[in-house]
């Protein structure tokens, strides 16, 4: 192991590893932070990890994050995991109780984050990382800890699981980083529904969660960050009110079978009645959710709403998946290759060597090639590109997207922001004239 002191009943710092798995070298010890380089013999993967405790009073935290800044910068290591106790949250929804206001030190947080490029590492489980153990109103939770990545995720080659314990008798909360062995495939990316506009809390939800998320930085990088924390917020309201669709329909389907023969056996009573109502309520609301989830899925936008088209789309899609799936390639040496996993190194391999094959003394005369390519913008036209942004040209452009076409790289459709226009085009115009 490697410590760094307490001072008295405060501070105190320490990194311990098991030799048979891990190889360590400390790098550095101040009295708020320590950095060292490990290596995981099995993974045969390396990276610097620097474990900090963070102080308490503002201008002492200020320190400690230009310290650790100056460290950063003159490090060549390509992944840094930063974790520990940083002793302030981020953002107001980090706490539970208590005043909730923007104070410096999350700003000074916020900036530090933001200059050195840091990616937080969420956790799978948990939430709040501390916690005063107080009863009732007088409870205060707050996450005080947290941990970073500094470097390009998909480069580390490994998968990061992070859990936060259960509660061990102390006032802070125990994290888990797990470095999980070869980095499994990458999981879907962020897919707006249209079906959540059809939620009567929909819009409500939108308003209250972008009035939360409050970030300090440039109006773009607010803005970026804003949509992120909607993203995550929308994930988890999707599991609690809509559920999987299909689980629900097959619920659903199977209640009103059950419903059905009662009222074959028994007859129809008052109570029978009221309950086969809802029931059919809630599987006409299915149905349509059904149809818009697939319609969107297809991309097919020349139906008119009216006729049930489920299953046009539903067909639709999975023509589409044939059409774009990859069975097999055939590599340089003429072999054919059927293996999803062989397919992809092949594929990476082939582009990789255009890309360093690719002679870079023509550049000169690739210069010279643009140069007697015509100009097809006038200066006129040079001019009106030039004009600064206003709101109701953006709100004008935005109303001509098809709002169900393809997202962004967000992941949000034209229809997201067409929809809640009135709450976030102020914030979008000013981040767009910033840029």
Known sequence: MEMVDSIGASGGLGIMWKKNLVAFTCHTKMQNWMAGKVRALSLNIEFFIINVYGPIPTDKKRLVWQEIECFLNNQDEKHIIIGGDFNTILYSTDKSGGIKTIRQPQRDFANWINNNNLLEIRTEMGFHTWNNRRKGFSNIAETLDRLFLKGDLTDLKTELKTTVFLWSGYDHYSMLLELMGEAKKTGCPFKFEMMWFTHEDFLRNIQKWWKDSVFEGSKMYCLV??????????????????????EEKSRIEKEMETMNNIVMQYGMT???????????????????????????????????????????????????????????????????????????????????????????????????????????????????????????????????????KAPGLNGFPAGFLQKCWHMLGDEVTNALESA
């Open 225 to 246: 960050s804003k949509l992120k924390e909607i993203k995550h917020k929308l994930l988890e309201w999707n599991k609690k009110k809509f559920k999987n669709i299909f």
């Open 270 to 404: 008052l109570e029978t009645y009221e309950a086969e109502k809802k029931l059919l309520c809630e599987y006409k609301g299915i149905l349509a959710r059904e149809e818009i989830h697939w319609k969107h899925k297809s991309r097919e936008t020349w139906l008119e709403d009216g006729d049930k088209n489920t299953k046009f789309f539903h067909n639709n899609v999975k023509m589409k998946r044939e059409v774009n799936k990859i069975t097999q390639i055939i590599n340089d040496s003429d072999q054919i290759i059927t293996y999803q996993n062989l397919i992809a190194e092949d594929a990476t391999k082939y582009f990789e060597n255009i890309l360093n094959n690719w002679d870079h003394s023509d550049l000169p005369n690739n210069r010279i090639l643009l140069n007697n390519i015509p100009k097809l913008i006038t200066k006129g036209d040079n001019q009106v590109l030039n004009y600064k942004i206003t709101h109701e040209e953006v709100k004008t452009a935005l109303a001509q997207f098809q709002g169900d």
